[in-house]
């Protein structure tokens, strides 16, 4: 401003002037280049705070203090395991494929069952959540996962269960002794006790077979006595010392 008051009054030059001008114009720029150092300083200082994208359980951690740590560490700082909600993928054979999809499509989400090891105490339910659109042809089985709420944590990531989906309910549905069915040539049948206590080789179609019990659609009654021990010395029309079972 001195400067350009002076030129003004005759008493400096063009050249003082516009060298006034650069040298103000290049402070202006150091500062501006120091704001934005001050800047890049404050974001870099705020990635050393690592904020988890879930909600989980952090495990043990990979580096301890001290170490040198790179962005591209393959290896990570710590490894969070969501708890809850938790997934648990099983697979099936590609035979339960098409049923699978017959239950999906009236929409509604198909409840999955976990238990233990044992098979015998229930570690929660949840619901389908993926059904894979391949089959694994070196194995023949499809691959599913389920998704639990978790809030007991009865459920821990690498933990082995037993998975039961439920494709539909049947109500009112016949019922015996898995012990009971056998399978010949023709198919899958039963011996079935008569009111005089004779054995008749009566063919059934089983729908399935879980946890010791069969479903049975076709070819036996309700309260229909079977045979569910010592089959193979049995001929159509012999007597049955007991009949151990019932259809109910």
């Known amino acids: 401003q001195r400067y350009t008051t002076l030129i003004a009054q005759d008493a400096a030059t063009q050249q003082q002037v516009d060298t006034q001008k650069a040298l103000v114009a290049q402070l202006a720029a150091a500062v501006q280049t120091d704001s934005a150092a001050v800047q890049y300083a404050q974001v870099q200082l ?21 170490n040198i740590v790179h962005a591209a560490d393959a290896g990570g700082l710590v490894v969070i395991n969501q708890i809850d909600p938790i997934a648990v993928q099983f697979t099936l054979p ?20 976990a238990y233990d090891r044992a098979g015998t105490q229930q570690l929660g ?36 269960v037993n998975v ?28 079935a006790v008569g009111a005089d206590g004779t054995a008749s ?22 309260g229909q006595r079977v045979v569910t021990d010592g089959q193979y ?11 151990s079972g019932s259809t109910r």
């Open 164 to 191: 039961r989906l439920m494709l539909a309910h049947r109500a009112n549905a016949l019922t015996l002794p898995a012990a009971a069915v056998q399978r010949g040539q023709d198919g899958t049948y039963v011996w």
């Open 46 to 66: 705020s990635f050393t705070r690592i904020v988890s994208p879930i909600d989980g359980r952090a495990g043990a951690r990979l580096v301890d203090p001290g």
């Open 233 to 243: 010395k049995l001929r159509a029309g012999a007597t049955t010392v007991e009949a």
């Open 125 to 160: 339910t949840g619901k389908l959540i993926l059904l894979n659109n391949q089959i694994d042809t070196a194995t023949g089985t499809v691959q599913l996962k389920g998704s639990f709420a978790n809030p007991a944590h009865a459920l821990w990531p690498g933990q082995f």
């Open 94 to 113: 590609e035979d339960a494929v098409p049923e699978i999809n017959r239950a999906q499509r009236d929409g509604q989400a198909l409840a999955v069952v």
């Open 201 to 222: 080789n009566t063919p059934v179609h089983v729908v399935q077979i879980a946890d010791g019990v069969a479903v049975i659609d076709k070819g036996l009654s309700d």
